[in-house]
């Protein structure tokens, strides 16, 4: 069975940083992209950024080009989310996802950011 | 970057019914790249569609998928209970990759 966990959400205030992981479970890491897409309170869903099965390639939405770094582990089936220069409007439950020549099939359970002063 | 409109913002129906939701792109999705998700208050979304057309594991076939180009549609026959929650679209021709705003399927 498919399962992505992440963790690192919690409270900051602007300009400071954040790490989220995301843990991987039940298929072939090496194999699939991985994405974040996260949701602002009571809103829809954005896509953030991805991240190729080799940690070759990475893209981002352009509102965190810059601040935002994506990296990943194959040996421990994880992927990180560098989120630097947090701003109040990056407040939002964040998605790790699998991502399937663009589909997103399998969604961790989220993990919460919030920016605040 | 491809804008994605869903239509109506709110259906309001009842248990039972048929609904059809829209999914309108401001340019041609190639090659149908387009899913649908579906996300119960409080949970995470899950996949319905994608490939426009294509349910994924484990989707009834009361949902249904179709459309081309830029107009695409996901009809759900029969509501049942878990049914009512906020439907959205995705396409993944490009990037960046973009969501429609979301459809409400209430009471």
């Known amino acids: 069975e498919v399962h992505l966990v992440e963790s690192g959400g919690g409270l900051v205030h602007p300009g400071e940083s954040l790490r989220l992981s995301c843990v991987a479970s039940?298929?072939?890491?090496?194999?699939?992209?991985v994405a974040w897409v996260r949701q602002a309170p009571g809103k829809g869903l954005e896509w953030v950024a991805s991240?190729?099965?080799?940690?070759?390639?990475?893209y981002y939405v352009d509102s965190v080009q810059g601040r935002f770094l994506l990296s990943r582990d194959n040996a421990v089936r994880s992927v990180y989310l560098q989120m630097n220069e947090l701003r109040v409007d990056d407040t939002a439950t964040y998605y790790c996802?699998?991502?399937?020549?663009?589909?997103?099939?399998?969604w961790g359970q989220g993990t919460q950011v919030t920016v605040a002063s | 970057e491809i804008v994605l409109t869903q239509s109506p913002d709110t259906l309001s129906v009842s248990p039972g019914e048929r609904v059809t939701l829209s999914c309108r792109a401001s340019q041609s999705v190639v090659n149908n790249y387009l899913a649908w998700y579906q996300q119960r208050p409080g949970q995470r979304p899950r996949l319905l569609i994608s490939g426009a057309t294509t349910r994924a594991t484990g989707i009834p076939d009361r949902f249904f998928g179709s459309g081309s180009g830029t107009d695409f549609t996901l009809t759900i026959n029969g509501l049942g209970p878990g049914d009512f929650a906020m439907y959205y679209c995705?396409?993944?021709?490009?990037?960046?990759?973009?969501f429609g705003q979301g459809t409400k399927v209430e009471i």
């Open positions: 991240i190729d099965q080799h940690d070759r390639e990475t």
């Open positions: 039940g298929f072939n890491f090496n194999y699939y992209w």
């Open positions: 995705q396409h993944y021709t490009s990037l960046p990759r973009t």
């Open positions: 996802v699998r991502d399937t020549f663009g589909v997103y099939d399998f």
